[in-house]
């Protein structure tokens, strides 16, 4: 069995990163050697755990990010690029936030479907 971790060279894009299971993807996706670029709208917790997976020799960059916007999403992508080279893989933990919705009679609830969720991953993944 080879030692080399499973990801080494690997880089991927982690979003929702800023805590739970956005933040444990980024932490299984460094441990297992990729360097990671961290998305969330919440800065101060991104720029943390970027500090905290830097110190484990892998990259991580924190890239504050609304993957609602789809031009945030594609400064998201060429600053990961152009921090680390090249990206491989995403990880999309973070979904566009249904509340964002008004409530009326065609939107009653501020649940999300998994019709809009595979949207907002669209969305995500550009």
């Known amino acids: 069995m080879s030692s080399t971790p499973l990801l ?4 991927a894009v982690i979003t929702g990163a800023s ?4 933040a444990a993807t980024a932490r299984a996706f460094s ?3 990729a360097s990671v670029a961290l998305a969330a709208r919440d ?3 991104l720029a943390a755990l970027a500090d905290e997976l830097s110190t484990n ?5 924190a890239v504050p990010t609304d993957v609602g ?16 080279g090249h990206l491989e893989l995403a990880s999309t933990t973070r979904r566009v ?3 964002r919705r008004p409530r009326s009679p065609t939107f009653p609830s ?10 907002s991953e669209a969305c995500s993944c550009r």
Not at 19 to 22: P, Q
Not at 57 to 61: D, L, R, V
Not at 110 to 119: C, E, L, M, N
């Open 110 to 119: 501020t649940r999300t479907t998994p019709r809009s969720r595979s949207r």
């Open 43 to 45: 800065q101060a917790a």
């Open 69 to 84: 916007d789809a031009a945030a999403v594609e400064r998201l992508v060429a600053e990961t690029v152009r921090a680390f």
């Open 57 to 61: 020799g892998n990259g991580a960059i």
């Open 97 to 99: 936030a249904a509340s």
């Open 19 to 22: 805590r739970g299971i956005g």
């Open 31 to 33: 441990a297992a050697g």
């Open 8 to 11: 080494e060279g690997k880089v």
